[in-house]
């Protein structure tokens, strides 16, 4: 569920209010060659087993019933990942990607949450603990304290959410910030010159806000929405990562996944989802650049759905699902997959896919081979308690 | 005659930090006396608010949840299906199952449902802010209705927090605070939100020997309970009287959780919920209940002090002792001094407050009487800076803005990052700048001003007189000469809105 009102409806209710109107994206010059790592939070519960069929599981097609996927080179089929997995066909790009080896799917993967609340499986996603609530800071920020002195000179903050509230991921003592586009009409640059003037003469705390949103909507190629709402996120990420004296870690937010009802078939909301994602991952590779090649995109959900199809044709809240790790740094092109199977028994409380990979190990081997956060810290201070999650080795292509 | 700037300060904090902004006129009616204009409103309301008497009763949004239910229960049985199809596996997921066929979600009924009458609701307190003579009482309205938190953010709350609030926070914000804690906690709202109706004492007679397990009931509101839930009791220590540091332990949650088991509704009340005829204009206390049968049995030890068990009466004891423990005073104190003179509460403050409470025994309307004969509110102005919903409605009460729609103040305030009657947490909103000052809210703010002074520009007001009326000597040089500088009306105003001075109380 995430927030109770989309950007989609927000733009729709402002409408005579609105007047949206693109603005041209300024030509930021190309950062040095620092690393950039990404967050996508999936909101929602997504289904991996459709986002990533196991459709070589000789299973598959009997446990998922009415919502497998045909396999790689039938009408609509999966596209072919090996012999086991493949990906959606809504994931063309994703899967372009992971032939030149820039695609990398960890599957039967979760967080330790093994609750099927989305509202308290999102909090522990994101406060990085092993229950919900279990901190108040997230564990991107937390992490953000333990870069690399040389990873972070010149850069303001260090972090920026593409959101209009800063997540819970990103929240804590480093320096972030936050951006979304604007719905309301523009001011003319004149009265927000003034305004500017006036906070710098006579208030420091509103001037030092002003001024930082001021350059990040500079990063970021104005406030203006800039194509659909995650479209418009997905760029200005990439605007963001690129600049000099910008963040060096982004977090996205994509909702929508939870799909109880009508999963199959083109309009149905997980294959928009799902081209949603993909085209996010062409936006964040094109808008960024050469720079692609420092970056790591790591998606993932709260937990992923039933096995089975409930009575509409769509899946309920389960447990293990997939993370998608995307990016010109990453050792891709392969599936990491200490594979379950889907027999009645091998299922997570008869029902769900069973977690053999723990999220967290995944995502401290990228922080440490990638962002060069030591592992002491990422053990103590951005995934306490996650001793038996050891960082996954290989994840990033050797130098 | 004129009014002296010392007297107009004192006025433009009263109306300003104290209320909820000055309307035009109002800094000159109130600078005779701002104290004794303040303590005026710390009598009781005498009659609802204009905005607020169509709202529905807390009986009705008690029941809407359990009315969607039937509704969807019935579109279900419509499409051939049975209930059992979409039998929640646990109460996370109730609201997120499905029925097949017509593209039918769930999730999307329910906001369907629900967000109209949580943007009837949200436009009724804006406009009563507005327009309400009593400011003061209003913000401690506001104030107490972020202390005793009810969230929407909670799907099976979604519906309650305006008649919560109306039932505790407007009924006692100058009253005792032992009744506003026995409203709050006695109140369906509260018990929903923080899970107490799902809590069993582990050795009631219901948990020994259950009721035989019926296939699930849509007239219940939550699934069949199955032992202790902690929620409420440590929220009600941690977050309503003692505060963190407030001197208890987890030994005592859990002991005061078993003194609360069997707190829930009214069996009367969980009848009616499911009935399409109203039986009139419950309010929240009329619906509480206590179910012997679901009662932790036997003595409870809690902060040092043992309370023999005599039901209901035992839960009545130990919130009755906490309410006026120091701790609570001090807490209460600490909260109300940082609303009202600054991010960082004064201890002199803090402890004058505290003493008058513990002195009255939790008397709101004299610890408030206290702070407004304090000279830490008034010896320095603008000091706090406004969230996102008084800064909106003080802009409304400066002059007319743009005509502004239930939803369109929703996604407003949303983008501001503060929508009413939707907090993240039992916690509430925040009370300090730092959480509000963040560069894309301050951005947002700043499009409001522009956008807010469109509207304002039309009814040909000059900005710079509106500025020293609605601020008087709290506008300062700097932003005077750019208003003063102003290429037109409406950028003016917008400069008045922005201005540090309008954005700070």
């Known amino acids: ?399 | 005659m004129a009014i002296g700037e010392k007297a107009l300060t004192e006025a433009a904090i009263a109306a300003n930090r104290f209320g909820l902004g000055s309307r035009p006129g109002d800094l000159a009616e109130i600078a005779g006396d701002p104290r004794g204009w303040l303590k005026a409103q710390l009598a009781p309301e005498t009659s609802l608010p204009a905005p607020l008497k169509s709202l529905p009763s807390t009986l009705d949004d008690l029941r809407a949840f359990t009315l969607w239910l039937k509704s969807l229960r019935d579109e279900i049985e419509d499409a051939g299906m049975s209930p059992a199809d979409i039998r929640p596996q646990t109460p996370g997921e109730m609201i997120e199952q499905s029925k097949g066929g017509k593209g039918f979600s769930v999730e999307g009924s329910f906001v369907k449902y629900f967000i109209p009458r949580l943007q009837t609701a949200l436009k009724a307190r804006f406009d009563t802010a507005v327009t309400t003579p009593r400011p003061f009482f209003e913000r401690l309205v506001h104030f107490w209705s972020n202390h005793f938190v009810v969230s929407s953010a909670k799907p099976a709350t979604i519906a309650m927090p305006p008649s919560f609030e109306r039932d505790v926070a407007r009924a006692h914000a100058t009253g005792r605070f032992h009744d506003m804690l026995l409203a709050s906690t006695k109140h369906p709202a509260m018990l929903v939100y923080l899970d107490n109706i799902q809590s069993v004492g582990p050795s009631s007679p219901f948990a020994k020997s259950p009721p035989p397990e019926r296939e699930y009931d849509f007239q219940d509101v939550a699934p069949r309970p199955k032992g202790l839930n902690e929620n409420l009791a440590r929220e009600i220590l941690e977050l309503h009287t003692l505060g963190v540091h407030g001197g208890y332990t987890q030994a005592d949650v859990t002991s005061f959780a078993k003194v609360i088991t069997g707190w829930g509704l009214a069996r009367p009340t969980l009848g009616l919920l499911g009935r399409l005829a109203m039986p009139g204009d419950l309010k929240g206390a009329d619906l509480f209940g206590f179910d012997p049968a679901k009662h932790e049995p036997g003595p409870q030890t809690i902060m040092g002090k043992t309370y023999p068990d005599t039901g209901v009466e035992q839960g009545l004891a130990v919130l009755a002792d906490i309410a006026r423990h120091p701790s609570t005073a001090t807490f209460v104190a600490t909260k109300l001094a940082r609303h009202f003179a600054a991010d960082d509460p004064p201890p002199a403050l803090v402890a004058r407050l505290a003493k008058r409470f513990l002195d009255t025994e939790g008397d709101l309307a004299a610890v408030m009487a206290s702070l407004i004969d304090s000279p830490e509110p008034w010896d320095e102005p603008l000091r706090k800076f406004k969230r996102p919903e008084e800064f909106i409605v003080s802009t409304f009460r400066a002059g007319p803005g743009p005509l502004l729609t239930g939803p369109m103040l929703m996604v407003i305030l949303n983008e501001m990052g503060q929508l009413p009657y939707y907090q993240p947490g039992p916690d509430g909103w925040s009370d300090t700048a730092d959480q509000w000052m963040g560069a894309d809210a301050v951005w947002k703010r700043v499009d409001w001003s522009v956008a807010a002074a469109r509207g304002l520009a039309t009814a040909e007001k000059d900005p710079s007189r509106l500025a020293s009326d609605v601020l008087g000597p709290t506008l300062g040089e700097a932003t005077a000469k750019a208003i003063a500088r102003a290429e037109s009306p409406a950028q003016g105003l917008a400069l008045l809105l922005a201005s540090p001075e309008f954005q700070r109380r």
């Open chain 1, 1 to 399: 569920m995430g927030t109770i009102l989309s950007r989609r409806m927000s733009l729709g209710l402002l409408g005579g209010l609105v007047g949206v109107a693109g603005l041209p994206g300024l030509a930021l010059a190309s950062a040095a060659t620092r690393k950039r790592f990404v967050l996508v939070i999936l909101r929602g519960g997504m289904d991996g087993l459709s986002a990533a069929p196991p459709y070589g599981d000789p299973d598959y097609v009997t446990a998922r019933a009415g919502l497998a996927i045909p396999g790689p080179g039938e009408a609509g089929g999966a596209l072919k990942l090996d012999g086991t997995f493949g990906l959606a066909p809504e994931l063309a790009y994703a899967h372009a990607l992971y032939g030149a080896k820039e695609l990398l799917l960890v599957h039967a993967a979760a967080t330790p949450y093994r609750d099927r609340s989305h509202f308290d499986g999102q909090n522990l996603l994101e406060n990085g603990t092993a229950k919900p609530y279990g901190a108040s800071d997230g564990w991107v920020n937390r992490a953000l304290a333990g870069l690399p002195p040389a990873a972070t000179a010149g850069a303001k903050d260090l972090g920026v959410a593409l959101a209009s509230r800063m997540p819970l991921a990103l929240t804590g003592s480093a320096p972030v910030t936050n951006w979304s586009p604007t719905v309301a009409p523009p001011p003319t640059d004149d009265t927000l010159a003034r305004i500017g003037a006036l906070y710098d003469e006579a208030d420091p705390m509103l001037a030092d806000a002003f001024r930082k949103a001021e350059a990040a909507n500079a990063m970021a190629g104005g406030n203006r929405p800039d194509g659909d709402p995650y479209q418009s996120l997905a760029r200005a990420a990439a605007r963001f990562l690129l600049a000099e004296e910008g963040p060096r870690v982004a977090v996205l937010e994509l909702g929508g996944w939870d799909t109880h009802a009508r999963q199959l078939g083109a309009y149905s909301a997980l294959g928009r989802n799902l081209a949603t994602l993909d085209l996010g991952l062409k936006l964040l590779k094109e808008g960024l650049g050469p720079v692609w090649n420092e970056t790591i995109v790591v998606a993932l959900s709260e937990f992923g759905r039933t096995v089975a199809m409930n009575g509409s044709g769509g899946s309920d809240h389960g447990t293990g699902g997939i993370v998608l790790l995307a990016g010109g740094a990453l050792a891709g092109g392969r599936v990491l997959a200490d594979w379950p199977g889907l027999k009645p028994k091998d299922l997570y409380e008869s029902r769900d896919l069973r977690t053999t990979t723990d999220a967290r190990a995944v995502i401290k081997g990228i922080l440490a081979d990638h962002m060069g956060i030591a592992e002491a810290h990422l053990a103590r201070t951005v995934f306490p308690d996650s001793a038996d999650a050891k960082p996954v080795a290989g994840l990033v292509r050797p130098a």
